[in-house]
């Protein structure tokens, strides 16, 4: 069964930092894409990209709005990739997502329509 599981959310005050971690089973991580995502809490939005991990670990990428203070990495021996977050900021809460596609190319939404998802793991960040 193929299945991908988040975790590493919690509740953090403004500065802090939480590491995501996103394990998969059934399918061998190291040759998908990996994007994480981001949804506001309450409001019917689309989930914003924030960070990309190309297949294999070899590209890293984050949005501008995290650039210096979130990063993505690999761990393929433990099947499974993270989301390092440092210096968070309340707009930073929300539920986080990774997807994982054989095709995806970039933190693009419309790249991981058709991939694995998780079932996310909620971040709030208090002022």
């Known amino acids: 069964q193929v299945q991908l599981v988040e975790s590493g959310g919690g509740l953090v005050q403004s500065g802090g930092s939480l590491t995501l971690s996103c394990e998969g089973s059934g399918f061998a991580l190291d040759s998908f894409a990996i994007g994480w995502f981001r949804q506001d809490l309450g409001k019917e939005r689309e989930r914003e990209g924030v960070?990309?991990?190309?297949?294999?670990?070899?590209?890293?990428d984050v949005t501008a709005s995290v650039k210096g203070r979130f990063a993505g990495s690999s761990d393929y021996h433990a099947n499974s990739v993270r989301l390092r977050m440092n210096n968070l900021k309340p707009e930073d809460t929300g539920i986080y997502y990774c997807?994982?596609?054989?095709?995806?190319?970039?933190?693009?939404?419309?790249?991981?329509?058709?991939?694995?998802w998780g079932q996310g793991t909620q971040v709030t960040v208090s002022s």
């Open positions: 997807s994982a596609s054989e095709s995806a190319t970039g933190i693009n939404l419309d790249s991981f329509r058709d991939g694995f």
């Open positions: 960070a990309y991990i190309s297949a294999s670990g070899a590209v890293t």
